[in-house]
């Protein structure tokens, strides 16, 4: 490759005894001799450098036209993406059937139950609302009430929902318009924004209620806006009917005393209930909310620290 850019290519010296042109001044005739053995090796190794210098380029002229042959744009990957093997069409492949683990090391003594927990945190964004966040978007793309591209996704949430819709707004192509009460970690909303999605907080004191207000509020003001309605969409609970309650069973065997739920919007609890009430099962269903928002005991909501739930 050292031909590429070089100096030019170093010419053998001859000697000639025959005269050109004018006749020159007669000199002694003088002898020639054989070239010193070093210029004679030079010579050698120059050729074949030139023969490889061309050679190079031939296959290169060749390279550069098969390459603009149909045949050979034809091996290009197809943009369609079709499945191949275990490759995932897109993240929201990714979501669902989360392992199950027994506690061991971190039960105290004398508890007699064992007990499993669903590790719904290995759901891409971390959390068990990615499944909702799925289901509500595949319902509204089903029913042609949203396009991606076009569309921007407004919901009320505490956290864990509104980074389900981010990530998933992210990787399908949506805009996605996040309320919730200014109480949220600073870590949640950077996590948000990192998505792309655009957060609006409201006041605390008027808590997720409040958030669904103002949510309902950026729907009418903006075009091609439509509210995703965690808190009343049937998908909520019917996702968990369908996923998560079928892989607890599948996990357990069948055999479970009791389902233990933070509560949120109630789809979780209610869907894996009716589920493992269909196969059966007599198990308990235990709800737990937050003491300061006990909105199931009667109570009346209320702002409190637990994210996630209340």
């Known amino acids: 490759m050292g ?111 064992r007990i499993c927990v669903k590790l719904e945190s290995e759901n891409p964004a971390n959390s068990v609302k990615d499944r909702l966040g799925l289901a509500m978007i595949d319902s509204a793309e089903r029913n042609g009430f949203i396009t991606p591209g076009k569309s921007t996704l407004v919901e009320a949430t505490s956290g864990n929902t509104g980074i389900a819709l981010a990530m998933l707004g992210a990787a399908k192509g949506y805009h996605v318009v996040l309320t919730m009460p200014h109480t949220m970690s600073l870590e949640r909303r950077c996590l948000l924004q990192a998505y792309g999605a655009e957060v609006v907080l409201t006041p605390a004191s008027k808590g997720v209620k409040g958030a669904q207000v103002m949510a309902e509020k950026i729907c009418k003001e903006r075009e091609n806006a439509v509210l ?72 009346n909501p209320g702002p409190h620290k637990i994210q996630g739930i209340g």
Not at 45 to 60: F, G, L, N, Y
Not at 246 to 272: F, H, Q, R, Y
Request: aromatic fraction near 4%.
């Open 228 to 299: 995703t309605k965690q808190f009343e969409t049937a998908v909520n609970a019917q996702v968990h009917e369908d996923t998560t309650g079928p892989e607890i069973w599948k996990a357990v065997d069948g055999e479970m005393a009791c389902l233990v739920s933070g509560v949120g919007t109630g789809g979780t609890i209610t869907g894996c209930a009716r589920y493992l009430k269909s196969q059966g099962s007599g198990c308990k269903i235990i709800a737990v909310e937050p003491e300061e928002s006990p909105v199931l005991s009667g109570g």
């Open 3 to 113: 031909c590429c850019g070089g100096k030019e290519e170093a010419k053998p010296t001859t000697t000639s005894t025959k005269p050109v042109g004018k006749k020159p001044e007669e000199k002694p005739e003088e002898k020639v001799e054989n070239p010193p053995a070093g210029e004679t090796k030079k010579e050698e190794e120059e050729k074949p450098q030139k023969v490889e210098s061309e050679e190079i380029d031939a296959r290169t002229e060749s390279v550069d036209a098969e390459a603009a042959s149909p045949a050979s744009k034809a091996t290009v990957p197809s943009k369609t993406f079709p499945p191949k093997g275990g490759v995932k069409d897109g993240i929201w492949e990714c979501i669902g059937d989360t392992p199950m683990v027994w506690l061991k090391k971190s039960l105290p003594e004398d508890c007699k139950a």
